[in-house]
């Protein structure tokens, strides 16, 4: 029964290093990335180590003005349209007893899709301009905060670590009817698709777990990115204000059921993910699309040995695009109502795999036991 438990745990662990990675123009681009691994036990043993690769796809295109969507920008053929694909592989090694560390190495394509930026909705003409490349890598220590044998079937892991700004910040793309005398000119793309924020973060993480029965366990995370870079400097065009480095969070709470098929389990739960109207360090006086959204996640996850497969597809139920800091400061000047939109994605598609690795003079013995 104990590995039953085992392999529970990893499939919810391997989750939680399923990035909320973008709702769209609400750009989140990570999401508890370095989360520990297990099998065999509920924590990695020195030595031990899980190799994992996690694909995430969204289509965002309904646009929201607060909580109201504008239903209009569809009709009308106005929207803008993003398809962003991830793929993060991650390396997560325990050093010592309850110990472990982790890389993630993100890479990234994207699409959007617009009128507004190609001469305006005027002229009718929708074009694409893309970004791709690799994204801002993260390395993370933690520790698991009680040693099994005392709180066996509940425990808690604290994390502290680096959003390094690899990702390219200001990539470029051809923009249509944009020029002075409606000719092409090159720019920097819209922020929700460049492969990086330009900010070295700092990220902190919790994750825990609580056994309720011998089929059944509550578990959830909390992912917060602290940026203190205010701007990295890039502009969309000559006079515009400048991209922010912006701080993101995200929480998820669920439950992980033990199904009656070998090898399956089902996920049930909640997350939110939120890019903050203001940082927690650092000036917030730069462009950015602040909101949120908070979303149902169903998923199932399935083992075989050493080998764990997982997918899960949080469903959107609310969406808010909050009014900016640049938003508040502008109203307050001109004492005109101001308030941006977004695009946010109906759903989002998570796939994972993950291959525990043990010490060589462990036995193999993973996840058989139950199976």
């Known amino acids: 029964m104990k590995n039953l438990y085992s392999y529970i745990l990893l499939a919810f662990l391997l989750t939680l290093g399923l990035d909320a990675s973008g709702q769209g123009c609400v750009a989140i681009r990570s999401f508890s990335g370095c989360a520990a691994g297990t099998a065999g036990s509920p924590i990695l043993k020195p030595g031990d180590a899980m190799l994992s690769g996690n694909f995430r796809y969204f289509h965002s295109f309904r646009h929201f003005r607060g909580r109201e ?20 592989l991650s390396f997560t090694y325990a050093f010592a007893n309850r110990f472990y560390a982790s890389l993630t190495v993100p890479f990234v394509y994207h699409e959007r899709s617009s009128m507004y930026e190609h001469g305006g909705n005027s002229l009718g003409q929708r074009h694409k301009t893309y970004a791709k490349g690799l994204g801002d890598m993260r390395i993370a220590a933690g520790y698991w905060l009680f040693a099994e044998e005392k709180r066996p079937g509940t425990n808690m892991a604290l994390a502290l670590g680096l959003k390094l700004p690899t990702g390219e910040p200001g990539a470029e793309g051809k923009f ?15 922020q929700s698709i460049q492969p990086g924020d330009g900010g070295l973060g700092i990220t902190v993480e919790m994750q825990g777990f609580h056994q309720l029965n011998e089929r059944l366990i509550l578990n959830g995370n909390f ?14 065009r000559d006079g515009a204000d400048p991209y ?8 998820r709470l669920g439950a992980t059921y033990t199904s009656l ?14 890019v903050p109207v203001n940082d927690l360090i650092g000036g917030s006086n730069a462009y950015r699309r602040p909101g ?10 399935y083992v075989i040995n050493n080998l764990l497969l997982n997918v899960s597809v949080p469903i959107a139920v609310e969406r808010n695009r909050t009014q900016s800091y640049l ?17 946010f994605a109906d759903y989002l598609i998570n796939v994972g795999i993950a291959y525990r690795l043990n010490k060589k ?10 199976h």
């Open 69 to 88: 969507e504008e239903t209009h920008r569809i009709e009308e053929g106005t929207e803008v349209i993003n398809d962003s694909y991830f793929m993060d």
């Open 292 to 301: 949120y959204a908070i979303s149902i996640e169903p998923g199932v996850s």
């Open 223 to 236: 992912y917060y990115l602290i940026n203190p870079r205010e701007h990295n400097g890039v502009r969309r």
């Open 176 to 190: 249509y009817n944009a020029g002075p005398d409606g000719e092409t000119v090159t720019r920097p793309v819209d």
């Open 361 to 370: 003079d462990k036995k193999m013995d993973v996840f058989n036991a139950d």
């Open 327 to 343: 938003d508040k400061q502008r109203e307050r000047l001109t004492g005109q109502p101001r308030h941006g939109d977004a695009a």
């Open 244 to 251: 922010a480095s912006p701080d993101q969070y995200a929480i």
């Open 261 to 274: 098929f070998p090898g399956f389990d089902v996920y049930l739960g909640g997350r939110m993910e939120c």
